[in-house]
């Protein structure tokens, strides 16, 4: 992560523990509490979402996901994946037989070392 971001992500957790924190403040003594106190941390939840445009990262590529929706609904679909998206060729697995296993951890933790 750039460091650009770690900024941004430090001053959004700042706000919410200063958020909780009153939070439990309030809980903790209602009757001292000032009314309409939380009217304040809409507004600036409001002013965040405003910046932010309402876009938010899933965490989920696009080509993730939607490979998995349709086949053939991408441009960036083969002409071969289009001919085979119904045809899956199935083998038995035996008994200890991991290497299908294997490979998806070594797939998935190469993905992850990407990130």
């Known amino acids: 992560m750039s460091s650009e971001n770690l900024s941004e992500l430090e001053m959004e957790l700042d706000d919410l523990l200063q958020e909780f ?16 106190v939380y009217e304040e941390h809409l507004k600036q939840a409001k002013r965040r979402n405003d910046v932010n445009d309402g876009v938010s990262d899933s965490g989920i590529e696009d080509s ?20 085979t998206a119904g ?9 200890g037989d991991t290497r299908d296993l294997q490979s998806f951890i070594d ?7 990407e990130m």
């Open 64 to 83: 993730d996901y939607s490979r998995d929706q349709s086949l053939g609904g991408s441009l960036n679909t083969s002409e071969e994946e289009l001919h």
């Open 21 to 36: 924190h009153c939070v439990m403040e309030e809980l903790r003594e209602p009757s001292l509490s000032t009314p309409y």
């Open 107 to 113: 797939s998935l933790d190469r993905e992850l070392s």
């Open 87 to 95: 045809v899956t060729a199935t083998t038995k697995a035996k008994l």
